[in-house]
């Protein structure tokens, strides 16, 4: 095995450019619309700040802190009247917030590079996920202990780019390659293909949900992590605004920012009173799916970090110099310019050694 150092490129097998392009092409060729400057500032009086949210997905584990938060008028006392939504396809997050028509949206630090690489003006203010929650899951039952052991089987995955790049790197740290495996397009349906035996492993699973999913249904299942098989380190979630919001409304950002910290801690101190937000929020949420998904991703949250929302330069970098290698991005992309630690609260931009 060959673990991954970002002076090494040849740790990622190439992968064709051509994969790549569709989705970078869509973002670059989406609009940006002019934005009316706010301010929290101001008197008691003065009407709320409008601002709106888009989710990656539907509300769960991950935006606990953000609901507590509202429901226990954090924002509101920041001057904000803040909405959370799922939006119809939540893989535009990022277009939206670029283009004016959402204040933030939680992204992924892969989708917010490939963004930046096409250039869409959005910044990531804070770090939902200090690691990664991606995986390779396949059946107990089948004994596969690591990447190597899949080749010559059936992978599925959500036809995302990235997770081939994933896979890819973790097959090539054990020995095997892309071309050893069978790659099948499952869409967001990991699970069902999974236990259905249509496909041997799948790529994408989160063990803080669909471990918990499927196991809930009876199927005992083991999950290769990304990182502990060549990939480097990165921030499985963050919070994207645009850079204009950024430059000319700073305050907004800060008063966000200063409520979703102190959720987000009292969410991962008062887990049943976040759940009981989740719920209030999404009444079709599976309580006993996120009791567990919580507790197992509210350590990640401030994991290694003084604060919720801490981002370090060293882990944009790795991040970034792995997908230049996989010819994800270009080399001469500006890293500094895809987040910003400057508008966290006091303490949450303390360095800290380590990747």
């Known amino acids: 095995m060959r673990p991954f150092t970002t002076s090494t490129e040849t740790s990622l097998p190439r992968i064709p450019r051509r994969r790549f392009l569709r989705p970078l092409a869509l973002m670059a060729a989406l609009p940006v619309v002019a934005r009316a400057v706010r301010s929290v500032k101001g008197s008691a009086a003065q009407a709320p700040v409008a601002v709106t949210v888009a989710l990656d997905w ?26 959370l939504y799922t939006p119809a396809d939540p893989t535009v997050v990022l277009q939206t917030v670029a283009a004016g028509r959402d204040t933030f949206g939680i992204s992924y630090q892969t989708d917010l590079l490939l ?17 990664p929650l991606l995986g390779l899951m396949s059946l107990r039952e089948r004994g596969y202990a690591r990447p190597g052991d899949l080749v010559g089987g059936t992978i599925g995955y ?17 020995g095997a390659s892309l071309d050893d495996v069978e790659l099948v397009d499952v869409g967001y349906d990991l699970v069902p293909a999974l236990v259905s035996g249509r496909v041997d492993a799948v790529m994408g699973a989160y063990w803080t949900h669909e471990t918990i999913l499927a196991e809930r249904q009876g199927f005992p299942v083991d999950l290769l992590r990304v990182e502990a098989w060549g990939v480097p380190p990165y921030y499985e979630l963050v919070v994207a605004t645009a850079e204009e919001t950024v430059a000319g409304e700073p305050e907004i950002v800060r008063a966000f920012l200063r409520a979703a910290q102190r959720g987000y801690a009292e969410a991962a101190a008062e887990p049943e009173a976040a759940l009981d937000a ?49 010819e994800l991005l270009p080399r001469d992309l500006d890293i500094d310019a895809a987040f910003t630690t400057s508008l966290l609260p006091t303490g949450a931009t303390t360095p800290v050694a380590g990747p």
């Open 115 to 131: 963004a930046r690489a096409a250039e869409v003006p959005v910044v990531s203010v804070a770090a939902v996920a200090q690691r």
């Open 278 to 326: 989740l719920a209030a929020a999404d009444p079709t949420l599976d309580r006993d799916v996120e009791t567990a998904g919580l507790a197992l991703v509210a350590p990640v949250w401030t994991d290694g970090v003084p604060a919720f929302g801490t981002q370090r330069r060293e882990r944009w970098a790795d991040y970034a110099a792995w997908m230049v290698a996989g």
């Open 158 to 174: 959500p036809g995302i780019p990235s997770q081939e790049a994933f896979l890819a790197t973790m097959l090539e740290t054990d």
């Open 58 to 83: 539907y509300p769960n584990a991950n935006h606990a802190g953000l609901f507590l938060a509202r429901e226990r008028g954090y924002f509101a006392a920041e001057g904000l009247a803040v909405e």
